[in-house]
T-cell receptor, first 113, second 116 residues
Framework: DQQVKQNSPSLSVQEGRISILNCDYTNSMFDYFLWYKKYPAEGPTFLISISSIKDKNEDGRFTVFLNKSAKHLSLHIVPSQPGDSAVYFCAASARGSQGNLIFGKGTKLSVKP | GAGVSQSPSNKVTEKGKDVELRCDPISGHTALYWYRQSLGQGLEFLIYFQGNSAPDKSGLPSDRFSAERTGGSVSTLTIQRTQQEDSAVYLC??????????????FGQGTRLTVV
């Protein structure tokens, strides 16, 4: 049973517009959430994270929103650039010793010039 | 080194052979994770080490897979009697976890395993 779900396998956006990537989770013990970006033939690279005590975290063009009641988070990229084209993974972990990092299946973002 | 290092970067092996994949985490990181990514798939969790705690092996797909972490640093993932379905990119990551403080996990470049 998937604990972290990214229901959109792909997303296409025009350059300069907003990209919104969504993620849902089922485990109420998750309290730390992360977004990673992955280019082909490279390891994932960390983008931005959010703790469950917050509902928003912003870093430049990237903003992550967390809705704990809905068990939903989203990554907003504004403005989108062609170099943002990659696979984006949502990940979550729980407090304590069970805190392995669980990933969603990823969403492939294509930003068209 | 500054980042997570994995070796080899590529490995081609014959079906039925054993393979060992190595991961050197970032110095001082207490948590170490192994994942694999099969073609067109997401990141599949395999095993997680945290400090001196017993590892979380819940993601290992079969008893042909095992991993150890010596001295709280280097980790080796071993696949015995490899099968073609084991072909994937195996990714290692490390992070710092200490009394509730957590950092993001940093990934290595991965080992591409091809079983022929």
């Amino acid at each position: 049973d998937q604990q972290v779900k990214q229901n959109s396998p792909s997303l296409s956006v025009q350059e300069g517009r907003i990209s919104i990537l969504n993620c849902d989770y089922t485990n109420s013990m998750f309290d730390y959430f992360l977004w990673y970006k992955k280019y082909p033939a490279e390891g994932p690279t960390f983008l931005i994270s959010i703790s469950s005590i917050k509902d928003k975290n912003e870093d430049g063009r990237f903003t992550v929103f967390l809705n704990k009641s809905a068990k939903h988070l989203s990554l907003h990229i504004v403005p989108s650039q062609p170099g943002d084209s990659a696979v984006y993974f949502c990940a979550a972990s729980a407090r304590g010793s069970q805190g392995n990092l669980i990933f969603g299946k990823g969403t492939k973002l294509s930003v068209k010039p | 080194g500054a980042g997570v290092s994995q070796s080899p970067s590529n490995k081609v092996t014959e079906k039925g052979k054993d393979v060992e994949l190595r991961c050197d985490p970032i110095s001082g990181h207490t948590a170490l994770y192994w994942y694999r990514q099969s073609l067109g798939q997401g990141l599949e969790f395999l095993i997680y080490f945290q400090g001196n705690s017993a590892p979380d092996k819940s993601g290992l797909p079969s008893d042909r897979f095992s991993a150890e972490r010596t001295g709280g640093s280097v980790s080796t993932l071993t696949i015995q009697r490899t099968q073609q379905e084991d072909s994937a990119v195996y990714l290692c990551a490390s992070s710092l976890r200490d009394r509730g403080y957590r950092t993001e996990a940093f990934f290595g470049q991965g080992t591409r395993l091809t079983v022929v």
